[in-house]
């Protein structure tokens, strides 16, 4: 049976800088959206910046292992802790040396004990919601957000039957491509196949069959989408696979609302894309 007939947003909501900005400060700041891959900080101390929806934000691993996110700033004076990626002992901001513990509590700072009832065991870094994806780093500027597995039901355990290797891998690239589009227009494109006999012959005439591409909701109301799909042969595959593993001859992809996409390939191949808003007519892919 065919769904009902549905149109897309209004063009203002694609175009108006208002909307944008006001996506900016309320969707893009309360829902999961993807920061880095574990294996970017394997070893304690290690930590990466990163940004989400304007915010300045950091992740890193701590000396009990666990990885921790908070945003950039000191809480003195409000400079900038660190830039890029790298490793320290302790977090120390370059403006007046105040020194935070790995796990953002307020170690040590000039002169604070001369300053009368001054208590740094109440300073701490201001942290912020993350959870560890099957390796994947996601963060949520919502402290009352639903946890990821209410949001995307069953998709863990989906993707651990499809790559029973996840938590081993780490991303070989992350090829990057700036769109001169607002993301959402970017996103509805990716969520159809429609496009593809046309503009991705590879994929249309060597991984999947067109005709049986199919992209469902999430029975439950989940906020996933779950691309399915019938596979052209083994034998016109454009690469070796491997059957013996479960799944190895299928193809399907989640992609999770609203701006990240796990997709596995026959041979239990990963790959990922995801987004990021630049600003209303602008965004920034990455595949990986």
Request: charge should be negative; glycine fraction near 6%; hydrophobic fraction near 35%.
């Amino acid at each position: 049976m065919n769904a009902p007939l549905t149109h897309s947003l209004d063009a203002r909501y694609y175009t108006d800088p208002a909307i944008f900005d006001n996506e900016m400060q309320g969707l893009l700041s309360r829902t999961w959206q993807f920061a880095g891959h574990m294996s970017q900080i394997p070893n304690v101390g290690d930590y990466f910046a990163f940004t989400i929806a304007d915010q300045n934000l950091f992740a890193i691993r701590g000396r009990d292992e666990v990885v921790r996110v908070f945003y950039n700033v000191c809480q003195h004076r409000a400079h900038e802790m660190v830039q890029g990626a790298g490793n320290t002992r302790v977090v120390v901001c370059p403006y007046h040396a105040w020194t935070y513990e790995l796990t953002g509590g307020l170690r040590a700072g000039p002169n604070i004990k001369s300053v009368p009832g001054f208590d740094k065991s109440e300073i701490c870094l201001t942290e912020v919601r993350a959870e560890d994806f099957h390796g994947f780093l996601f963060v949520n500027l919502d402290d009352d957000a639903a946890p990821m597995d209410d949001w995307y039901p069953g998709v863990r355990a989906e993707i651990a039957e499809y790559v029973p290797h996840i938590r081993d891998l780490a991303s070989l690239e992350w090829v990057e491509c700036p769109e001169k589009c607002n993301w959402k227009v970017s996103v509805e494109n990716y969520s159809e196949c429609y496009h593809c006999p046309m503009n991705h012959a590879t994929f249309a005439e060597g991984v999947v069959k067109p005709e049986t591409y199919d992209i469902q909701p999430d029975a439950g109301g989940g906020y996933v989408l779950r691309h399915i799909t019938e596979c052209q042969p083994v034998e016109k595959m454009t690469y070796p696979i491997d059957l013996s593993m479960p799944h190895a001859g299928d193809y399907q992809s989640w992609y999770l609302w609203p701006m990240f996409s796990f997709q596995c390939y026959p041979g239990n191949v990963l790959n990922t894309y995801h987004w990021r808003a630049d600003d209303v007519d602008n965004c920034t892919v990455w595949r990986g």
